[in-house]
């Protein structure tokens, strides 16, 4: 440990004037240190004092309170008596300090500088005095009580531009001519009053600057020996590189919480500037390379001529701008020799002053802007240029016409801090816009294109894809046409965003549009969707071990038959569509909901009920009551207020529900469908019991030759009767009764045969020698489409002839 020994006064063999004792003894009370000083005041050489007790050599041992303080103490004042080495006692006052020592213990510094504590001040002393006064390294002066000068230093001199000869008996308002002073003479007068210091902070224009500077005032009373307060003391301290340190800090700040607050492009070029306005720059506008804000990045070509680029975002403390002023949206081409190109070139921020001179050399390449500059009044400009993960995106442009000063090297650090911050963001933006527009372009090709035209009922839609962070969902729907002229609706919803949930929706209704051709019940199908989505989730897992494999989706299935008005629907964790009646009444269905696919083991219950012609059925998903973030049976009732409009079109309901419930930007996905149920009248449907006998077959193909005189199709009747023929004779040979006939004359003339059995037809090729087995060839040739579907209590088979004249 290194002591430093002060003294004056030493050599030509003179006794110092005034010198520093200097003795360490670590925690046991063993001197482990003894200075020059010590000898002189005491009388020991180290030697003979170095290993010894204190107290053996200093001839007193500590009080008990000493010891008490010194063992709850880091320091320690106060007199002691000590014995010369001659054997005299010395009263002499000490300072003692408990330090660390380098092995981790704990010792103590005894001091005493017995030369220095007694007697008056010195005449050099007092000129010492002088010279601190005088030469201070901060701003000081001494005010009467009439607050008039009365002393000031060399710094006070500096910053008033006068000397102390004329700033004397001046008050500080009249020194510096400024608002402020009015307020510190304030404080100066409340420590007058109350004897009490005061402390102002303060920004301040002194006379020599061309800004402001930022003080912190210092406000102390002067008291005589009395105690009498006589005057003020203001001590000054130009804290500007502080309180800009610390501007730029929290700015820097500021930034890190404002800027990047959404995945928008524009809107985060536009917080860029917002934080910049108005304490760095009097302007501020960001211009992105076009390809930007399609989410594409810029080919090599885009900086190699004039660069195209749009502006992004821009604001200005100026209430009005001059004309042809860019504005957010508007594009413009930069020359190869203009600031921003050059920037973009170089990849450095610059500043450029807009002097005359500049202004007329831009003026050669680029005339117009340079135009612009002039009518705005620019003094200063700084260009940055954006760039985030090697991409180059555009540049931040900032200008002062307003402040006088120019912008500084630290507004330039400044600057590209901030607005390296908003590039990342931006490209952030950037890359979210890509792949929400490749997730849209793959959601919305999947999902329907357009509703096709269905006998059953009049369909509408509306699909938002969502619009904050998480990306595009797995929200779909569709409308499938089932035989009979029934038609079957779904909407569902992947749980997750993006490619992955995108791609696992077409999947899924891919596999829900083979089911329905099956036409299996509502229950059914879920069921074997959910054993879908129960082995995509296992395949994900295989072929991603490190990501979460199961996959999570609801769905609602409904099936609605236009001859009886019944609609039959399962849930599978879906929420429930809402029904309008033809008298205006609106209700959420009470039917039960099975648990979301992708659970297994899990049974699913389908209900089925009567709607009368003209009823509303809306299918939505959650993400319709839920975007707004109010309560979800507040959304239903609003929902259903809204489906309950008299007199709307389908397409209107659609547009007012969305635009009640939806914000702008949605943070997840919605769907609506909407559908009107129609009826077929019973003179479009002919229905015929027939026996179980073979002989039988004549008698249906008379029924349905008269039933199309009847609806005039007579054209059809060859057609017709071959596949009654057919349907009947396999109907009887291999089914079972009751066999029932059935005619439909709608779009199609559709023609069904339903037995109690279960054997499921297959179309076969004949060979040559055979005498049967083509019978289903025939009706498959024949018509538009054939197939099965089972019931309760049978199966039907269903043929579809094509009606047009082709």
């Known amino acids: 440990m290194t002591r430093y020994l002060r003294r004056a006064g030493q050599g030509h063999g003179r006794p110092p004037r005034a010198f520093t004792a200097t003795v360490t003894a670590d925690k046991g009370g063993t001197l482990t240190e003894w200075g020059d000083g010590a000898r002189l005041l005491l009388g020991y050489r180290a030697e003979e004092a170095l290993g010894r007790q204190a107290a053996e050599v200093l001839g007193a041992e500590p009080t008990d309170a000493a010891r008490h303080a010194l063992d709850e103490r880091t320091r320690w004042s106060g007199t002691a008596s000590l014995r010369h080495r001659d054997g005299h006692v010395l009263d002499v006052w000490l300072l003692a300090h408990r330090l660390e020592n380098g ?22 002393d007092r000129t010492m005095t002088e010279w601190g006064f005088v030469q201070a390294p901060c701003t000081v002066a001494l005010f009467d009580t009439d607050l008039r000068a009365v002393r000031a230093n060399a710094d006070m001199e500096r910053v008033a531009a006068l000397t102390e000869h004329r700033m004397r008996g001046m008050r500080l308002v009249d020194i510096v001519a400024d608002p402020t002073s009015e307020r510190v003479e304030k404080a100066m007068q409340e420590v007058l009053d109350t004897g009490e210091q005061r402390q102002v902070e303060t920004y301040v224009q002194v006379p020599g600057e061309n800004r402001e500077h930022a003080w912190s005032v210092a406000l102390a009373p002067l008291r005589d020996a009395s105690g009498t307060v006589r005057g003020v003391c203001l001590a000054a301290h130009d804290r500007t590189e502080y309180y800009s340190a610390r501007q730029r800090l929290l700015l820097v700040n500021e930034a890190g919480s404002r800027i990047g607050s959404t995945l928008d492009i524009t809107r985060t070029a536009q917080e860029l500037v917002d934080v910049a306005m108005p304490r760095l720059a009097d302007y501020a506008a960001v211009d992105l390379l076009t390809f930007i804000h399609q989410g594409d990045e810029p080919p090599p070509a885009a900086l190699t001529g004039p660069i195209a680029m749009r502006r992004a975002a821009m604001r200005s403390v100026a209430a009005t701008l001059p004309e042809g002023m860019l504005r957010p949206g508007d ?198 969707l959910d054993d879908v989505v129960i082995r995509l989730g296992s395949e994900g897992s295989v072929a991603h071990p490190d990501a979460a494999g199961d996959i999570g989706a609801t769905c609602l299935y409904a099936v609605y038959d236009p001859i009886t008005r019944r609609c039959s629907l399962a849930s599978a964790g879906h929420p429930l569509p809402a029904l309008v009646r033809p008298d205006g009444s609106a209700e959420i269905l009470d039917v039960p909901v099975g648990p979301p696919l992708g659970l297994g083991g899990l049974p699913f219950e389908t209900t089925e009920f009567e709607l009368p012609e003209g009823s509303l059925l809306a299918l939505y998903t959650d993400g319709l009551l839920e975007a707004r973030g109010q309560d979800v049976n507040e959304s239903r009732e609003t929902l259903r207020r809204m489906l309950a409009r008299p007199g709307e079109s389908l397409d209107a309901l659609c547009d007012a529900a969305l635009g009640a419930l939806l914000p702008d930007r949605p943070d997840d996905d919605s769907v609506l469908l909407v559908a009107r149920t129609r009826c077929l009248s019973g003179s479009q449907v002919a229905t015929w019991d027939v026996p179980c006998d073979p002989a039988a077959v004549a008698g249906a193909r008379t029924h349905a030759t008269d039933q199309l005189t009847t609806w005039g199709l007579d054209e059809f009747a060859f057609t017709t009767e071959l596949v009654v023929s057919e349907l009947v004779t396999n109907a009887i040979r291999y089914g079972g009764p009751p066999i029932q006939l059935r005619l439909i004359h709608d779009r199609a003339l559709i023609c069904e045969v339903s037995d109690a059995s279960y054997t499921t037809p297959h179309l076969r090729r004949a060979r040559v020698l055979d005498e049967g087995g083509r019978g289903l060839l025939l009706v498959a040739q024949l018509t538009q489409r054939w197939g099965t579907r089972y019931t309760q209590s049978g199966k039907t088979i269903w043929a579809d002839i094509s009606l047009s004249e082709d």
Not at 106 to 113: D, G, I, P, R, V
Request: net charge neutral.
């Open 331 to 528: 594009t413009t081409d930069y020359p190869r020799s203009s600031p921003a190109a050059e920037c973009l070139g170089t990849g450095r921020p610059a500043v450029y002053e807009m002097s005359d001179e500049a202004l007329a050399v831009w003026a050669v390449h680029d005339p117009e802007r340079a135009a612009r500059i002039r009518r705005y009044g620019a003094h200063s400009v700084m260009v940055v240029p954006m760039r985030a993960r090697g991409v180059t995106l555009g540049v931040a442009l900032f200008a002062r016409n307003e402040r006088p000063v120019p912008f500084a090297p630290d507004d330039v650090l400044l600057a590209e801090e901030i607005t390296a911050r908003a590039a990342v963001c931006i490209d952030n933006a950037r890359r979210y816009a890509r792949e929400r527009r490749t997730s849209v372009t793959l959601q919305r090709s999947l999902l329907p294109q357009e509703l096709p035209d269905q006998p059953a009922m009049e369909l509408a839609y509306r699909y938002r894809p969502a619009g904050g962070r998480a990306g595009v969902g797995g929200d779909w729907f569709d409308a499938i046409p089932l035989s009979g002229t029934r038609v079957a609706l779904v909407v569902g919803d992947v749980v997750g965003h993006g490619v992955q949930a995108s791609g696992t929706m077409g999947r899924l209704r891919s596999s829900v549009r083979t089911l329905a051709d099956i036409d299996l019940p509502p229950d059914e199908l879920l069921t074997h």
């Open 103 to 124: 092995s981790g213990g704990t010792e103590w510094l005894l001091a005493s500088a017995p030369g220095f504590a007694h007697g008056p001040v010195p005449d050099r």
